[in-house]
């Protein structure tokens, strides 16, 4: 069964640093694409980040320079480092499965991240 | 980068009824659109792939339309369940990757 866990979220202060995790169960991380997606409170989708299978990575612009994303083939998991953040990264960050052409197949159930002082 | 537009933003329909959603891409996606289903509390649920497949699991009454840019999602009977907030997302250029705002179907 295919399975996404995300765990890291939490209240961080303006500027302050954190990371996510997305541990993946029945497949493998490293043979798929692997999106960050996240949803602000009451809001609609946005697209964070990819990660290809062969390791090329993008940004959306709202986070390049500041968001890193990057996974542990050992471990099978996926991360995002986020940095410098923002009042308006707050949102739930949900790790998917990127299947391309044919959309995000599995998500997980979401992390919370609240930027606040 | 894409912009896709969905209508309409509220959807009000009775169980039983048609519900007709849509999307509207700002260029040619040929067929790559995807829809998706979100309830309150969970993650999005894929629904319709390459716009117009059903993925695993997802029930005969949801359909999907359209190619170019110009896209549908069909619910031909709306079950109690049905009533969430549906996304439509483009993956022909990509990324960066866009979704629609959503339309949010509520029970009248």
């Known amino acids: 069964e295919v399975q996404l866990v995300e765990t890291g979220g939490g209240l961080i202060q303006p500027g302050g640093s954190l990371r996510l995790s997305c541990a993946a169960s029945g497949f493998t991380v490293s043979s798929n694409y692997m999106s960050w997606v996240r949803q602000a409170p009451g809001k609609g989708l946005e697209w964070v980040s990819v990660?290809?299978?062969?390791?090329?990575?993008y940004y959306a612009d709202s986070v390049k320079g500041r968001f890193t994303i990057s996974r542990d083939n050992s471990k099978n998991t996926l991360y995002l480092q986020m940095n410098s953040l923002r009042a308006e990264d707050t949102a739930v960050y949900y790790c998917a499965r990127d299947r391309k052409e044919l959309g995000y197949d599995y998500w997980g159930q979401g992390t919370l991240v609240t930027v606040s002082s | 980068e894409i912009v896709l537009t969905q209508s309409p933003a509220t959807l009000s329909l009775s169980p039983g009824e048609r519900a007709t959603l849509s999307c509207r891409a700002s260029q040619s996606v040929s067929s790559y659109l995807a829809w998706y289903q979100q309830k309150p509390g969970q993650a999005p649920r894929l629904l319709i792939y390459?716009?117009?497949n059903r993925a695993t699991g997802i029930p005969a009454r949801f359909s999907g339309s359209g190619s170019g840019t110009d896209f549908t999602l069909t619910i031909s009977s709306l079950e109690p369940e049905d009533f969430a907030v549906y996304y439509c997302q483009q993956r022909s250029n990509w990324p960066p990757d866009s979704f629609g705002q959503g339309t949010k179907l509520e029970i009248k």
């Open positions: 390459d716009a117009s």
């Open positions: 990660i290809y299978s062969g390791g090329s990575t």
